[in-house]
């Protein structure tokens, strides 16, 4: 297979890591080169997202976007994968008939295939299955690019939360073995990555075998800080239901490990939690936050809301804006709930208006913004150990890290730290970013 590749991605980080492998099995295919524009590629591959109305319906309208370059390009190669794909299957297909080739997060490695049986056949292709941990074992050796790097360590969600689509379109939890997680982290080590996010969509629900004996992700994240190289340890999305006394002794216990974690929270009322199926009560998240904290001082947590969702009464929302005041998040993302075709919530009944649930929306919003810029500037004054990723955005004569909270730092600093971990004394907040000086270099 000749030619270069047009990845463009939606959605969360599993998609990011992903749209990763899918350019790396492309270019072991041959199509070894990335495209700046779709118009320059021979290969279109679009990584969607499904998990909200408009994510989805942005798929549509951008594949109507890259429709016309058949023409001036026959050869031109459409696929589709992701959640939108693993949701619609063959219907894609039908409703844009354009596309070639439409495969789902679990097959991912077969792109290959199905481009060349696309070619052979003159039809197009469509595989949305989910051939268990099949992915991994077929996937090429991953490339670092840069100092930090995501890993997949397990795949897919058991947890069918009644809001959500996630547990549809990527199948089940299936975790991935020890060595292999081991082996890749080491080979992305070699190259130079100093920071790795373990990725998964629960991520804290990874099950394995440990020296022959059975064991959870607080054991996998004592391991895997042994590796020597590996400096900083992140992993996201945990899940509360499964946030174990160990896992927050291990906060307490593993130097590597950030101190930070995302913790979806969704909701701040009992009676929404119960209807979302969420598996915990908002005093259990509370105790959550509460032992991890005290495991781990300053620990930053962030989290995820959803506001409107069927039922939710004006004491519910209220609910959730005393936990927010409560527990303190660094950084979250709200939405307004998204009714998912095939999801049991879709069929409850919704009567809160439509303008009641933005202005939910907006006033949950102004709450967790003051918090971001509180603890933004709480940290002015400060030292902070930042992984140097590379030149700043704006200035190339700048370097650009992030601090052990994800904050992202810009500072005057020589190209040669980048890779490298530095202490940088934060000098002003910015709203999406901090400024600093370098206090002292990396020996
Ligand atoms: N397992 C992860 C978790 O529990 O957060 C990932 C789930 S999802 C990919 C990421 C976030 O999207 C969720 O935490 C939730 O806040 C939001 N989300 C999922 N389904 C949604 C829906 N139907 N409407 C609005 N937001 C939704
Ligand atoms: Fe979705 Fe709940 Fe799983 S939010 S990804 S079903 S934990």
């Not at 629960?202 to 440990?210: D, L, S």
């Amino acid at each position: 297979m000749a030619g270069k590749h047009y990845i463009r991605t939606f959605g969360c980080q599993m998609n990011e890591y992903d749209s990763a492998r899918i350019a790396e099995v492309l270019r072991q295919a041959g199509a070894a080169q990335a495209a700046a524009r779709p118009e320059d590629a021979d290969i279109i591959v679009f990584n969607t997202c499904s998990v909200r109305e408009k994510a989805q319906e942005k798929v549509f309208a951008d594949l109507g976007r890259v429709r016309h370059l058949k023409r001036a390009n026959p050869a031109l190669m459409i696929a589709v994968g992701g959640c939108v794909a693993s949701q619609e299957g063959g219907a894609i297909v039908r409703r844009a008939p354009f596309v070639d080739v439409v495969f789902g997060p679990q097959t991912l490695h077969r792109l290959p295939e199905l481009l060349a049986e696309r070619r052979a056949s003159g039809r197009p292709q469509v595989d949305v299955s989910f051939p268990e941990i099949e992915k991994f074992d077929r996937l090429p050796a991953p490339r670092a690019d840069g100092p930090t790097a995501f890993v997949s360590i397990m795949e897919g969600c058991s947890k069918y939360c009644t809001f959500c689509v996630v547990p549809y379109t990527r199948g089940p939890e299936v975790s991935r073995s020890f060595e292999d997680v081991l082996a890749e982290l080491a080979a992305l080590a070699a190259q130079g990555v100093r920071e790795i996010t373990l990725l998964g969509q629960n991520v804290n629900a990874w099950r394995g075998v440990i020296d022959g004996a059975a064991a959870d992700f607080a054991e996998l994240l004592r391991y895997l800080s042994d590796l020597d190289g590996i400096e900083r340890i992140r992993y996201t999305t945990s899940h509360p239901r499964e946030f174990s006394q160990r896992l927050i002794d291990a906060h307490a216990g593993i130097g590597k490990l950030a101190a930070q974690v995302h913790l979806p929270v969704q909701s701040g009322s009992d009676r929404v939690l119960a209807a979302m199926k969420r598996g915990y009560t908002a005093l259990e998240y509370r105790s959550i936050a509460r032992r991890l904290k005290r495991a781990r001082p300053g620990l930053s947590l962030s989290s995820d809301f959803i506001v409107g969702f069927p039922g939710e009464t004006d004491a519910d929302f209220e609910a959730t804006l005393r936990l927010v005041a409560e527990v303190g998040f660094d950084d979250a993302f709200s939405f307004v709930y998204s009714p998912r075709p095939g999801t049991p919530a879709a069929d409850f009944a919704d009567a809160t208006p439509p303008e009641v649930k933005s202005a939910r929306l907006q006033a949950l919003q102004a709450a967790l913004g003051a918090q971001y810029r509180s603890a933004n500037e709480a940290m002015v004054g400060s030292v902070q150990r930042v992984l140097v990723e590379g030149a700043s955005r704006r200035h190339a004569d700048e370097r650009c890290g992030r601090t052990e909270n994800n904050r992202v730092v810009n500072f005057g600093g020589a190209a040669e730290l980048a890779g490298r971990f530095a202490q940088v004394r934060i000098t002003a907040a910015r709203s999406h970013s901090l400024r600093g000086e370098l206090v002292h270099a990396p020996d």
